[in-house]
């Protein structure tokens, strides 16, 4: 689009300042032979007179100005030769063409005028060297051709270019300002669909969801667009609510509690699409988990948080807030002890799992950018389904059609891909707000917690949980 709207701009800048012009023409045309060969030669004549150094020389010879322009045509396939001299004024053009039609043609007809007088002259010494009369007084018969074949000569006139009409009018070309510019549009549309394709094909990002369907063979699922201001917000809770619908419908079929593995892949978004996944969840009546494990600071101040839990196997204590809205939080990382460890592996990563699928229905995991960290891969096999947060304009399409054939060669179950724009990484603009969540840390769980096993524990089934 902006290599259309600058080629309409120029075609309008050169429609206004293109002004009228007058074009002027003479005509010539060529004797002495038949039709069909002065089709032939008039062509040589007119390539002749279109040859730049000629029209230099001529313009120079006739004192026409280097502002004029000047062209010749043909008639069809007549031996009609068109000089035509365009210039803003229209006496201007006419002289022009006539000046230049006629300093043509005698240029072009000096070569056989100077063979004609050549012959001439020969005639001539002939003819003084004969008597015009016989020894019998008769009229000498050789004198009397050779006064023929003068006359013969002096009349010739083969190969020339004659003036047909020296000065065959003017007409006014008027520029046509609408044509200029839709001209102007059509090419600019043209360039910028080859530019477009050439941008595109030679672009390393993914941009759109063409380039992940087409280039990565990903498919994406929404299109999650920033915040900022009413009209995107609103867009914004659409599409996530359509990405929660689509995990619920994958998952319709999977054994209960399922688990949701969010991995990033060229920025930090996951975070978002994770808080949307248990916020809606939450509103289907669903105990989500929130687990972070993206390798982030804790936040709010804690010090303990997903790196604990895994270290020390500790239960999970729910702590609900102001909100009131049942989703559990697990802090990112928790304590960060230098030379510790890591604490991802399949054992540790299935035993926070079961621990958490006696207190949750449904498991949200955001796991570190999956093309920095193997351990990413670790979580997203242990999860039901996994989901790629895509950054629009940041993300490498090498990066996702390498982290997606790696998880298809494993056991991870790869839903499609959320392409996310870069603008909402910014935690704080968050849509689902910070109130409306539960803190978690390591300590004991209630038996009751999760809705969907209330009524269906005893008293005694409730106290061997707790003690467990």
């Not at 995991?365 to 570190?368: D, G, L, M, N, Y």
């Not at 920095?372 to 947060?389: E, G």
């Given at each position: 689009m902006a290599v259309t709207l600058l080629a309409v701009l120029a075609a309008s800048l050169l429609a206004m300042r293109t002004p009228t012009t007058y074009v002027g023409k003479s005509t010539l045309i060529l004797s002495g032979r038949t039709p069909d060969q002065d089709s032939v030669l008039v062509i040589g004549y007119l390539t002749l007179f279109n040859d730049p150094a000629t029209l230099s020389r001529l313009k120079t010879a006739t004192d026409i100005p280097e502002a004029v322009t000047v062209g010749?045509?043909?008639?069809?396939?007549?031996?009609?030769?068109t000089i035509e001299a365009t210039a803003d004024n229209p006496e201007l053009a006419q002289d022009a063409a006539q000046k230049m039609a006629q300093a043509f043609s005698e240029d072009i007809n000096a070569v056989p005028q100077a063979g004609r007088e050549k012959r001439l002259d020969d005639l001539r010494n002939q003819l003084n060297a004969v008597s015009p009369t016989a020894p019998d007084g008769s009229t000498n018969p050789y004198y009397t051709s050779l006064l023929t074949e003068i006359n013969e000569v002096r009349s010739e006139s083969r190969n020339e270019l004659l003036g047909l009409q020296p000065r065959a009018g003017v007409s006014e070309n008027v520029p046509s300002k609408m044509f200029d510019v839709m001209s102007g549009a059509v090419g600019g549309l043209l360039l910028g669909v080859l530019v477009a394709l050439g941008l595109g094909a030679l672009s390393t990002r993914v941009n759109g969801p063409g380039d992940l369907r087409y280039r990565t063979e990903v498919e994406p699922l929404v299109e999650v667009p920033a915040t900022g201001n009413e009209k995107r917000d609103k867009i914004r809770g659409e599409r996530l609510r359509t990405l929660s619908n689509m995990v619920s419908l994958e998952l319709s079929g999977a054994p209960e509690p399922s688990t949701v593995a969010l991995a990033d892949i060229g920025g930090r978004e996951a975070w978002a699409i994770a808080e949307a996944l248990a916020q809606l969840s939450a509103q289907?009546?669903?105990?989500?988990?929130?687990?972070?494990?993206?390798?982030?600071?804790?936040?709010?101040?804690k010090a303990t948080g997903s790196n604990d839990d895994l270290t020390e196997l500790g239960l999970i204590r729910e702590s609900p807030t102001d909100g009131g809205v049942d989703i559990f939080r697990i802090l990112s990382v928790g304590t960060l002890a230098s030379g510790r460890p890591s604490p991802v592996n399949r054992q540790r990563v299935a035993a926070i799992l079961a621990q958490l699928r006696n207190v949750a229905d449904t498991i949200v995991?955001?796991?570190?950018p999956i093309?920095?960290?193997?351990?990413?891969?670790?979580?997203?096999?242990?999860?039901?389904?996994?989901?790629?947060?895509v950054s629009r304009g940041s993300a490498k399409t090498s990066d996702v059609e390498s982290v997606a054939k790696a998880l298809r060669k494993s056991p991870t179950r790869l839903l499609g891909a959320v392409l996310i724009d870069q603008s909402a990484n910014d935690r704080r603009g968050s849509r689902f707000a910070r109130s409306q969540v539960f803190d978690v840390s390591v300590g004991s769980v209630p038996a009751d917690v999760n809705p969907r096993r209330r009524g269906q524990l005893s008293d005694t089934d409730r106290a061997a949980e707790v003690r467990a």
């Open positions: 010749a045509l043909t008639a069809g396939a007549s031996p009609i030769l289907r009546d669903f105990r989500p988990a929130l687990v972070y494990l993206d390798g982030e600071a804790p936040r709010r101040g995991i955001v796991t570190p093309a920095d960290s193997s351990q990413a891969s670790i979580l997203c096999a242990a999860a039901d389904v996994t989901i790629l947060v």
